[in-house]
C-alpha cells in the first residue's frame, strides 16, 4: 500500500546519497502511483540542483585569492614571530613543564603518593632518639635512720603518797619536836630537802647515723 | 592523501610556512565555500576561514595522518563554526551578502558578460542565501554537510556531537525550508521540463 510520508522519507535519503546510484525501482514504482509524491520528488530536486549551482556561482575570483594567501602568509609569519617573542624562559619553561601521563597511571601514581604521605608524616612525628649516653653519677643511697626513743615515767602516786606520808611523818615529828621544845630559838624549819618534783620524764635518745 | 600532501605536512610541521601555504592553496576554496555558505556574509567567511587556517598551522604536529588532510581540516573548520555561532561577533543579518559577494569578486559587475544564464545564476544564488538564512546555524551546518562536503549522518553528528537522528531530522527540515523559501519561479525551469521519473532516480 502507498504511503506518502514514506515515499517522501525515502526521496530526500535518494537525493541526498548521491554515491548510491543504482536506480531504486520500488520508488520509481511508487513515485509513478502517486502525483504528489512525484511533485515532492521534483521539487526537492530542483531545490538541492539550485543550492549546488549557487555553490559553484559563489566562488571567488583569483583576483581575491592572491589577496587571501598573502594575508594568510602575513598572518602566520606574524603568529611565529609572536611566538618567538613570547617565548618563555628556560626556567618558566622548566616549572611548566608537563608530562602527559594515561589516566590509569595518573591515578595510580596518587593512590601511591596518599599511601605514602601519611607514613611519612608519622615517621615525622616520632623523635629521632640520640645514641644513648652514658653518664656515671654518684647517688647516695638513702638509709633508713632508726630512731629509738625510751621514755621513762616516774609513777607518780606511790612516789607521791610515800612523800607525802614522809612529809606527815616528818611534820608530826616537827611538831613533836616543836611542841617539845616550846622555845622559838629551838624549832627546826621546815624544809624541802628530798623534795623530788611529782612527775619527771627522762628521755633517752640513740640517734642512728650514716654508715662510712 | 597524496605523496605531495605528505611531504607538504611534514614540512609545515617543522615550521615550513611555505608548505603550510601551499597545503592552504590547494584547500583553502573549499573551506572558504563552506564558511561562506555558512556565515552568508563574505567578511564573516574570509575571518572564519583565515582563522580555520591559524588554527590548523597551531595545531598541525598533532596530526597523525589516520585520516585526510581535508578530512582534519574540516574537522578544525566545523569546530571553529560551532564556536563561532557562540561567539557575540556573529553577524546575524544576511541582508548585506549580495552586496559582498561583488566585494570578494573584485570585479566590477559591468565587466562580467551580462547573459540571461549569468543573471539567472546570479538571481539564483541570491535566492539560496536568502533561504539558507532561514535555517537555523545547526540545520545550515548539517545540510552543508550533507549536500556539500557529502558526509554521512554518522559523521556529521560525531563532529557536531549531537545524534544521528537530529541530525537526520535537520537535514530533512532544512530542505523542506529551502523549498518553501524559493520561490516557485526559479523552481519552474525544472518543473517545465519534466524527466522521466526512472533518469531521476537514477541520477541521484
Known amino acids: 500500500m502507498h504511503s506518502c510520508k514514506e515515499t517522501k522519507e525515502r526521496i530526500t535519503e535518494l537525493l541526498l546519497d548521491e554515491a548510491d546510484s543504482t536506480p531504486d525501482t520500488t520508488l520509481s514504482a511508487e513515485l509513478l502511483k502517486c502525483g504528489d509524491c512525484r511533485n515532492e520528488f ?4 530542483a531545490t538541492l540542483r539550485m543550492t549546488k549551482r549557487s555553490r559553484e556561482q559563489s566562488a571567488p575570483t583569483e583576483a581575491y585569492w592572491n589577496t587571501y594567501h598573502a594575508k594568510l602568509r602575513y598572518n602566520l609569519v606574524h603568529a611565529n614571530s609572536t611566538d618567538e617573542s613570547h617565548r618563555p624562559s628556560l626556567v618558566a619553561r622548566f616549572f611548566n613543564f608537563s608530562i602527559p601521563v594515561p589516566a590509569p597511571v595518573a591515578l595510580a601514581l596518587m593512590l601511591v603518593v596518599a599511601l605514602l604521605v601519611p607514613t611519612v608524616m608519622r615517621a615525622d612525628r616520632q623523635p629521632t632518639a640520640p645514641p644513648p649516653q652514658i653518664v656515671q653519677v654518684p647517688v647516695e643511697k638513702p638509709v633508713i635512720q632508726e630512731k629509738v626513743v625510751t621514755r621513762v615515767v616516774y609513777r607518780e ?9 614522809r612529809v606527815v611523818d616528818e611534820a608530826s615529828k616537827v611538831e613533836d619536836t616543836f611542841a617539845k621544845s616550846q622555845k622559838p630559838q629551838t624549832e627546826i624549819p621546815a624544809s624541802f630537802a628530798g623534795f623530788k618534783p611529782t612527775e619527771e620524764v627522762k628521755l633517752t635518745v640513740i640517734k642512728g647515723g650514716s654508715p662510712k | 592523501m597524496t ?7 611534514r614540512r609545515a610541521q617543522a615550521d615550513d610556512i611555505d608548505a603550510f601555504c601551499l597545503l592552504a592553496q590547494r584547500y583553502a576554496r573549499r573551506i572558504h565555500l563552506l564558511a561562506f555558505h ?6 564573516d567567511a574570509e575571518d572564519l576561514s583565515q582563522e580555520v587556517w591559524m588554527k590548523a598551522y597551531q ?18 573548520t566545523i569546530n571553529a563554526f560551532l564556536n563561532h555561532r557562540r561567539s557575540t561577533l556573529f553577524r546575524k543579518n544576511g541582508q548585506t551578502t549580495a552586496v559582498q559577494l561583488v566585494q570578494i569578486d573584485d570585479e566590477p559587475l ?25 535555517l537555523t546555524p545547526s540545520q545550515r551546518l548539517a545540510f552543508l554537510l550533507r ?11 560525531a563532529a557536531m556531537n549531537c545524534s544521528s537522528g537530529t541530525v537526520k531530522k535537520g537535514v530533512s527540515r532544512a530542505i523542506t525550508k ?13 518543473l517545465d521540463t519534466p524527466e522521466p521519473l526512472t533518469s531521476l532516480a537514477s541520477e541521484y
Open chain 1, 42 to 45: 521534483a521539487t526537492l530536486k
Open chain 1, 157 to 165: 602516786r606511790r612516789l607521791h603518797a610515800r612523800v607525802s606520808k
Open chain 2, 3 to 9: 605523496e605531495n600532501d605528505t611531504d607538504l605536512i
Open chain 2, 38 to 43: 555558512y556565515c552568508r556574509n563574505a567578511q
Open chain 2, 59 to 76: 595545531a598541525l604536529r598533532s596530526f597523525r595522518s589516520d585520516s585526510s588532510f581535508y578530512t582534519w581540516l574540516r574537522r578544525i
Open chain 2, 110 to 134: 559591468e565587466s562580467r558578460a551580462v547573459s540571461p544564464e549569468n543573471v539567472y545564476t546570479k538571481v539564483l544564488f541570491e535566492n539560496v542565501v536568502d533561504a539558507l538564512a532561514e
Open chain 2, 147 to 157: 549536500h556539500y562536503e557529502g558526509m554521512t549522518y554518522d559523521e556529521i553528528a
Open chain 2, 178 to 190: 529551502l523549498r518553501a523559501k524559493l520561490s516557485p519561479d526559479t523552481l519552474a525551469p525544472d
